[in-house]
């Protein structure tokens, strides 16, 4: 007999659920970032990295275990994070799409960082385009301080929900990169709208001078 599609699904949760306890793991979220830094090597050992959307903090620890004790990482919530036990992290409590983000983050950050990432996603309503809309806008503004923090030729991975505003979206974010990756992680759900774009070698824009 053939299962169905949702039950897979519960065993696929059930297994990366079992796996983030059994490796210390905060959230089950820290295998498809796993995934994705082993198949596009976007994050290096000494690398500094913003983390935007980080509660509870399952991406920093893998991105802490990445970068290494000459590394560091940035993470960003608009809600508390437990500490995480390494000197290689700092958190930093904000909402990025207030309108004072980047200048509270230009007092908080390096001049520019060599990697971010976005994980960020609204509390989901169940309304799949609402959820579409203002995931949308989450995304805008983590691209807008990418465009002001991230380094020429850095990397930045974002989070997008499939939907109507997605194209346009990408096609802004393209560029701004070298190159573009669209990715589905094995430790994604596969009815999940969920998509991962990785932007590598950042075109930072020349400043003019008068
Ligand atoms: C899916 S969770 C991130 C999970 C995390 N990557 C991990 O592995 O533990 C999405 C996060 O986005 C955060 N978030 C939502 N809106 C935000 C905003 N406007 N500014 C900053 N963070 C926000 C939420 O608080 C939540 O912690």
Aim: aromatic share 10%; net charge positive.
């Amino acid at each position: 007999m053939r299962k169905s599609s949702s039950w897979i699904e519960q065993r696929r949760k059930d297994h990366y659920f079992k796996l983030a306890k059994e490796r210390g793991y905060r959230s089950r979220a820290a295998f498809k970032l796993s995934q994705i830094i082993k198949s596009y090597r976007f994050v290096r050992k000494r690398d500094q990295v913003v983390d935007l959307g980080a509660a509870p903090g399952g991406w920093t620890q893998v991105l802490i275990e990445t970068v290494g004790n000459e590394g560091y990482v940035f993470a960003v919530d608009i809600q508390p994070i437990e500490p995480l036990d390494s000197p290689q992290t700092d958190f930093i409590e904000l909402d990025i799409t207030s309108n004072s983000a980047i200048e509270y983050l230009l007092k908080k950050l390096p001049v520019y960082v060599d990697v971010i990432v976005s994980d960020i996603s609204p509390d989901v309503s169940g309304t799949w385009e609402l959820d579409h809309f203002r995931q949308i806008h989450l995304a805008k503004s983590s691209l807008q301080i990418t465009k002001k923090f991230l380094k020429s030729g850095g990397n930045f991975l974002i989070k997008v929900f499939q939907g109507n505003e997605l194209d346009p979206f990408i096609n802004e974010f393209k560029k701004n990169f070298r190159q573009t990756r669209i990715i589905k992680p094995k430790a994604t759900r596969t009815s999940s709208s969920e998509l991962y774009v990785l932007g590598l070698g950042f075109k930072r824009k020349k400043v003019v001078l008068n």
